[in-house]
């Protein structure tokens, strides 16, 4: 599969977080909040901040300059997540 950052993520498309890298703090909120490593999300509207469809609900996530998100991309369309 393809594994891309976050922010590569077009309109629709879907994918599995592979990995979260950056400071301990940040990538533990995340988790917090649902991203984490093995978590399906599908980009609704990308940018900064971008909105996400994960677990039912939708977050907005602005992820800091270091830290980046790697997601692998699965498909796309109008899956409900």
Do not use: Y
């Amino acid at each position: 599969m393809d594994t891309i950052p976050l922010d590569c993520l077009q309109a629709g498309e879907m994918g599995q977080i592979a990995w979260i890298d950056g400071r301990a703090d940040f990538v533990t909120r995340l988790a917090e909040m649902g991203l984490r490593q093995g978590t399906t999300i599908r980009m609704i509207q990308p940018g900064s901040p971008c909105i996400l469809a994960l677990n039912g609900h939708r977050m907005s996530v602005r992820v800091d300059s270091e830290t980046q998100v790697f997601v692998e991309l699965t498909k796309t369309g109008a899956v409900t997540v």
